[in-house]
């Protein structure tokens, strides 16, 4: 296959005499114009590499760190939505997500794990994951017909320090095309962060600069109907030298919007999302699990909250019932520490650290203080004893 070569705006032809009547007005109208010619002419090149025109190879192989294309990838373009519905030949594309056809229909429950894993010792962070549609089940009536990496959502938690290396594959398993965008990389996003169809695979690798709670997610447009099917997830850096010790957990927060009931699972629907009225908004993909199976600490120690909005749409107002934090970072730890705080508002596609000490036992709820979503779902307990 003839990889197409990417065009430039600046390569576009001029627009018609009767459009340049009208756009020419201003610098700003013609460059629109421009960047609305090139995304109807993207999927045309696309479409070059849809399933079954050739055979693939794996992008992985031959691929350098800075995620230059293999032999027979992709164009280094993120895709749109119309290129979207362009490879997925024979296969309806609605704007809900569909369960897979061979899933099991027996989905047990399980409780999405926040405690913060462990640091590697070599300062390097390899992960091969892979994008697929699984049946999630989120509370004992209801599974959802996920988007996901690694067949959860939200994906796995990815801890580093700052400086290290971190080391990423993804392989898509399906037909819709999907993308890694790493809220703590610095990169060429349009190299790195391009989309993959089915059986492919991009690799690249990127040294976070700066500590914090980051957001990773699928970047491939429609943007808010991939983040919001489930492709979302947190990897916290941490400082070069060591914050002082404590009991440390991942919170992500997202809102889920669901079709009704069908074939066992409920979808993911698009229009609702464009609604912007959750049906449910949760912390790590569940409502309510933290209630059922809280979260626990010992009186005298500090606990470390590291807090991710996957969103898609709205803010996580982060409090916990009958303390305050002691310490909240608005940048990267251990910098910019305000003290004594309440509630701080974490917004979509952010993440924050917030830090109490347990001074004394008790049940305390942590919530979304934007108690419409709270009482949604995004609300669990600390159990000190």
């Known amino acids: 296959m003839t990889e197409p070569t990417p065009i430039r705006l600046s390569e576009l032809p001029e627009e018609s005499a009767s459009e340049n009547a009208v756009l020419a007005s201003t610098t700003r109208r013609t460059f629109l114009a421009r960047a609305s010619t090139l995304s109807l002419a993207l999927p045309a090149a696309f479409a070059a590499c ?22 027979g990838g992709p164009a280094a373009h993120n895709s749109d939505s119309r290129l979207d519905t362009a490879v997925l030949k024979g296969r309806p594309h609605n704007g809900k997500t569909t369960v897979p056809a061979n899933a099991p229909t027996d989905i047990p429950f399980h409780r999405y794990a926040p ?15 892979h994008a697929r549609e699984a049946p999630v089940r989120i509370s004992d009536d209801t599974v959802v017909a996920a988007w996901t990496f690694e067949g959860d959502t939200p994906g796995p938690i990815v801890h580093c320090r700052v400086g290290d290396t971190v080391e990423f594959t993804l392989t898509n398993e399906v037909d819709v095309p999907h993308s890694m965008d ?22 690249y690798s990127y040294k976070p600069k700066y500590a914090g709670a980051f957001m990773y997610h699928c970047g491939t447009s429609p943007v808010l109907m991939h983040i919001g099917s489930g492709m979302y997830g947190a990897i916290v850096v941490s400082p070069r030298e060591p914050l002082p010790q404590a009991r440390e957990f991942v919170l992500v927060q997202s809102e889920l919007y669901l079709a009704a009931a069908g074939a066992g699972a409920r979808s993911f629907d698009y229009q609702k999302m464009l609604s912007t009225l959750p049906d449910l908004v949760v912390f790590n993909g569940r409502p309510d699990q933290y209630i059922h199976a809280p979260l626990h600490a010992k009186v005298g120690e500090r606990v470390r909250f590291w807090v991710v909005n996957a969103g898609p749409t709205h803010s996580c107002n982060f409090h916990v019932v009958g303390d305050q934090f002691d310490t909240v970072y608005l940048g990267a730890p251990p910098a910019t520490a305000i003290r004594g705080v309440q509630t701080w508002g974490v917004a979509p596609g952010g993440g924050m650290c917030f830090e109490l000490t347990c001074d004394i036992p008790g049940e305390f709820p942590f919530v979304n203080h934007g108690f419409g979503h709270g009482q949604k779902g995004g609300i669990g307990f600390l159990v000190v004893e």
Do not use: C, M
């Not at 405690?115 to 091969?128: F, I, K, N, S, W």
């Not at 790493?182 to 492919?200: C, D, L, M």
């Open 50 to 71: 849809t399933p079954g025109t050739t055979q693939r190879q794996d992008t992985t192989s031959g691929n350098g760190s800075n995620g230059n294309r293999g032999q």
């Open 115 to 129: 405690e913060l894993p462990p640091l590697l010792q070599d300062g390097r962070v390899q992960l091969h994951w």
């Open 182 to 203: 790493f809220h703590a990389a610095q990169i060429n996003p349009k190299e790195a962060f391009r989309s993959v169809t089915k059986g492919q695979s991009v690799t």
